[in-house]
């Protein structure tokens, strides 16, 4: 049986935790929104879906941002990476799409 002051703190840490959730999704997809005309742009352009040089800044201000926030930056790394790969993906998919 856990103690209802332990339960009471333990479920309002949770309801951050869900709250802090939804506000990720949500930006999430307001990043996407934006790197969707990013790739809508480029692809009638005829401009390449990755940006090497763009990635690396990017991956560079990430791990100072996240330094700063006292996260961890090999994984706020492995986050933007992720996040990098699907907007190419969506990026070469637009330009397919364009082509068609």
Request: overall charge negative; some cysteine; charged content about 30%.
């Amino acid at each position: 049986m856990i103690d209802p002051e332990i339960k009471r703190e333990l479920s309002g840490y949770r309801q951050s935790i869900d709250n802090i959730d939804a506000a990720l999704v949500h930006m999430l997809a307001e990043r996407f929104r934006c790197t969707k005309a990013v790739g809508v742009l480029k692809a009638k352009h005829n401009l390449p879906p990755a940006d090497p040089a763009r990635e690396e800044y990017q991956i560079a201000r990430l791990r100072q941002l996240a330094e700063d926030a006292h996260l961890d930056p090999d994984f706020a790394e492995k986050f933007l990476n992720f996040i990098i790969h699907e907007v190419i993906r969506h990026h070469e998919a637009i330009a397919a799409d364009l082509k068609d």
